[in-house]
């Protein structure tokens, strides 16, 4: 496999990153690419356009990024790395219920003929598999409209970073009955903390990121990160473009002195950090193969990358409405040609039942970030990218055609290549 794409392509590449940025009404204010071989070499990278569309200053490869729900793959990878040590288990009711006994008297809630709505208890325990494969039950207010109709006139706000918002929520499904987006992945960054004795962000530092000489990623952004912090945009339905206040200020507000452990970890969106340090993927197995540290074992990536839905297929033509139009679209984004089209759900990620019109692999993993990033790791071409912007509502469809576009040329060059 090449090291680097050829002069022309990276040329190509960036050329159309570049039209999707520049003239005086951008399609996208800014965006970063970055690509990568299964032997850890750049394939390509970029920083196209600006830091926000109304900054002076240029995107950059060190802008730091909410990089939102690409946080659950980092969460999903310490909780397996603990399951390997034998400090947690996959399919142990107990347990779970041992360290988060919250999760023991959590109610479903269901929707009344006359409107209303009531608690009812759970058929079962909810386990940490079912917490990874979005199986547990949890969901979010944003896309379930159960959920955002019982919350209000308060509401519940999903990025409010605050344990009262994102953990203490009723289900929306009975445990292990179907598939659903949600913030089980916030739990499990609780159960890895309460297992370890350490917070979140010290487990990643400690066992994944250090190791990996990682530096940039972390729930709680420094002075430095926060200056080179991209700025947050609203897309209009008619398609305009402006900056607004930050989504996720939680982390980037002081905090009092004194408080600094006591704040709150958010294991399924909290985390920033540069697109470029976030494209180590799973490609080797478990194993980082410029540093030679292991972060898990290949039979562990394996169950990772193995279908945990087989019997509760994500039909990509299925309508999923969104709560909140401001945060997200509506999907599917853009429908399939064959209704009968379905996808996976490994250990925190979507996994492809067939090759993708780019070139993916059918088996890839893939997922994204509210604010309209996208990453995916092919194992089996042995190649993986993230695409970063920072855009509301998620399901931008100008970055995702500049997304399809651009990895489009990779493989095209990959497969002349003799991939």
Excluded at 40 to 61: C, I, Q
Excluded at 72 to 78: E, G, P, Q, R, V
Excluded at 114 to 135: A, Y
């Amino acid at each position: 496999m090449p090291t680097q794409l050829s002069q022309k392509t990276a040329a190509a590449l960036r050329d159309t990153l570049d039209a999707t940025t520049s003239g005086p009404s951008p399609k996208v204010p800014g965006l970063v690419y970055c690509a990568v071989n299964r032997d850890g070499d750049v394939l390509f990278s970029h920083a196209s356009g600006k830091r926000g569309s109304d900054s002076p200053d240029p995107m950059s490869l060190d802008t730091a990024f909410w990089i939102a729900s690409c946080t659950k793959l980092i969460t999903s990878i310490a909780c397996m790395q603990m399951v390997e040590q034998g400090k947690l288990a996959l399919d142990d009711v107990e347990q779970v219920q041992s360290l988060a006994p919250e999760l023991e008297d959590v109610q479903v809630l269901e929707s009344e003929a006359d409107g209303g709505f009531r608690l009812v208890p759970k058929d079962r325990g909810i386990t940490l598999r079912m917490l990874l494969n979005h199986t547990s039950g949890f969901g979010y207010a944003f896309e379930d409209l159960k959920l955002r109709d019982w919350s209000r006139p308060a509401g519940l706000d999903d990025f409010s970073g605050h344990e009262s918002d994102v953990l203490h929520r009723p289900l929306v499904n009975q445990p292990g009955t179907r598939f659903q987006y949600g913030t089980g992945l916030d739990w499990a960054g609780v159960l890895v903390e309460r297992a370890s004795s350490l917070s979140l962000e010290e487990y990643f530092q400690q066992f994944i990121l250090r190791p990996l000489g990682i530096k940039s990623i972390t729930f709680f952004p420094s002075a430095e990160m926060k200056m080179s912090l991209a700025y947050m945009h609203q897309r209009d339905k008619d398609g305009a473009l402006s900056v607004t206040d930050h989504l996720y200020r939680y982390p980037l507000v002081p905090c009092r002195p004194g408080r600094e452990k006591q704040r709150f970890c958010m294991g399924g969106a909290g985390c920033f950090g540069r697109p470029a340090e976030y494209c180590t993927t799973l490609l080797n197995d478990g194993t980082d193969p410029k540093t030679g540290i292991q972060l898990l074992k290949p039979e562990t990536v394996k169950e990772m990358f193995t279908d945990q839905i087989p019997d509760m297929p994500r039909y990509c033509n299925e309508y999923t409405p969104s709560g909140k139009p401001l945060l997200a679209n509506p999907c599917p984004l853009v429908p399939c040609d064959d209704d009968s089209l379905t996808e996976g759900w490994g250990l925190s990620f979507s996994l492809s039942h067939r090759k993708s019109p780019t070139g993916r692999a059918a088996g890839s993993a893939s997922w994204e970030g509210l604010a309209n990033l996208f990453w995916f790791a092919d194992r089996e071409n042995g190649v993986g990218a993230i695409i970063a912007s920072q855009i509301l509502p998620y399901g931008d469809l100008q970055v995702l055609g500049c997304m399809e576009e651009v990895e489009k040329m990779i493989y095209d060059e990959l497969a002349s290549a003799g991939m």
